[in-house]
């Protein structure tokens, strides 16, 4: 929650700033956005070249507008108001700035009246698992869930469970890139010994034969099928309308992907955990040698499997990692992070936008607005 309110001397911003902390301005308000630097879907120097500077242009101009999001997200860091100058203002708008109220986190420059976030007086009570009690939120609920918050989430009362709900994102990979790996060596081994053919169940007169090479097509087929399963999970499932009136459609809602809309920068919650990902992918599993001959079925399946793999790891980067300025993934992550704080009815791409084009979902190239 927000720092208590108090007045901040320039020779204390300049000394924070000297110590290597990242205090901004908004005016006359002062903001430690230290542990948000690495996270700035900008990159880390757009902020650090800004340490002690007002931003209040940054945050109001083109080409890179902040959401109201953005800037409802950036009240969690405020720290005080900045003492005056000793000399007088020079106006009446100077002077607004220097005493406006701490306690209404005004900004006077836009107008806007923003809902800082407090433990206190939110929606629920953070002290308690929040899966139970989102659904009592009833026709709040879809604009608290979109409104993000930089805390740590808890789901369930049980220990146990919750652990099972989170995970760290090394995890994915011990677990999933072995299975990847023995998957993909059974598969080229089985469709070297020449035995593999499709539509032998139908007939054997014009059955295909599978080459060992056809691995790699199949394994490319399984990918562009995990890109669409994603795109269509993430905008039918995840990102679902529940209705106000039903308490269990809503906490399903929270459960699959709302708790990652209402804290984004939770690490422990950016990647699926192994346990319930396994309830999904046993059952693809088991469907896909059902329908092909063995050997084609998991190549397929282990494409989708890796594709999945390469979700989460995509994910995780473009929360925390910082691209090189101008390359497809620092436009990934300012795209990704868009979805979340101003367009969260489309862009459902992660790893790249290639549904969101045909299916009319693509966030627009707004220049004058940007997360």
């Known amino acids: 929650s927000p720092m208590a309110s108090r007045r901040v001397s320039p020779v204390e911003l300049r000394d924070k700033c000297s110590a290597g902390k990242c205090w901004v301005l908004v005016g006359n308000k002062v903001y430690d956005v230290s542990a948000f630097v690495n996270l700035h879907p900008g990159g880390e120097r757009l902020l650090q070249d800004r340490a002690g500077k007002?931003?209040?242009a940054d945050l109001n101009g083109a080409p890179h507008?902040?959401?109201e999001n953005a800037r409802r997200w950036l009240e969690q860091y405020y720290v005080g108001e900045l003492e005056p100058q000793e000399q007088k203002p020079q106006n009446l708008k100077e002077k607004a700035q220097q005493y406006s109220s701490a306690t209404d986190h005004k900004d006077v420059s836009t107008g806007i009246q923003f809902k800082t976030f407090s433990p206190e007086t939110d929606l629920v009570d953070w002290e308690k698992p929040l899966l139970w009690q989102v659904g009592h939120l009833r026709e709040k609920y879809d604009e608290w869930?979109?409104?993000?918050?930089?805390?740590?989430?808890?789901l369930f009362h049980s220990d146990f469970v919750e652990s099972c709900s989170k995970t760290a994102w090394y995890i994915v990979l011990s677990v999933w890139v072995p299975v990847v790996l023995y998957l993909s060596w059974y598969c080229l081994t089985e469709l070297a010994q020449g035995n593999t053919r499709i539509f032998s169940s139908f007939t054997k007169d014009y059955s295909v034969p599978v080459p060992v090479f056809f691995f790699f097509p199949l394994f490319l087929i399984g990918v562009l099928i995990w890109?669409?399963?994603?795109?269509?999970?993430?905008?039918?499932?995840?990102?679902?309308?529940?209705?106000?009136?039903?308490?269990?459609?809503?906490?399903?809602?929270?459960?699959?992907h709302g708790q990652h809309h209402k804290a984004p920068f939770d690490s422990s919650r950016l990647v699926f955990p192994?346990?319930?990902?396994?309830?999904?992918?046993?059952?693809l599993y088991i469907l896909v040698q059902l329908i092909f001959p063995i050997p084609v079925g998991?190549?397929?399946?282990?494409?989708g499997l890796f594709g999945y793999v390469a979700y989460d790891m995509t994910h995780y980067y473009l929360r925390y990692g910082s691209p090189s300025k101008g390359s497809y993934l620092a436009w990934?992550?300012?795209?990704?992070?868009?979805?979340?704080?101003?367009?969260?009815?489309?862009?459902?791409?992660?790893?790249?936008?290639l549904w969101d084009r045909p299916f009319n979902t693509?966030?627009?190239?707004?220049?004058?607005?940007?997360?």
């Open 54 to 56: 007002d931003i209040q």
């Open 65 to 67: 507008r902040h959401s």
């Open 145 to 154: 869930v979109h409104q993000p918050i930089n805390r740590p989430i808890r």
């Open 227 to 256: 890109t669409l399963m994603e795109y269509a999970i993430h905008r039918f499932v995840f990102h679902m309308n529940p209705p106000a009136s039903n308490y269990y459609l809503i906490t399903l809602h929270f459960m699959l």
């Open 274 to 283: 192994p346990v319930p990902a396994s309830f999904v992918i046993i059952p």
């Open 298 to 303: 998991l190549s397929i399946f282990v494409g």
């Open 332 to 353: 990934l992550k300012s795209y990704h992070v868009r979805h979340h704080f101003e367009h969260q009815k489309s862009g459902f791409g992660i790893t790249s936008t």
């Open 362 to 371: 693509l966030i627009p190239e707004d220049k004058d607005k940007d997360s």
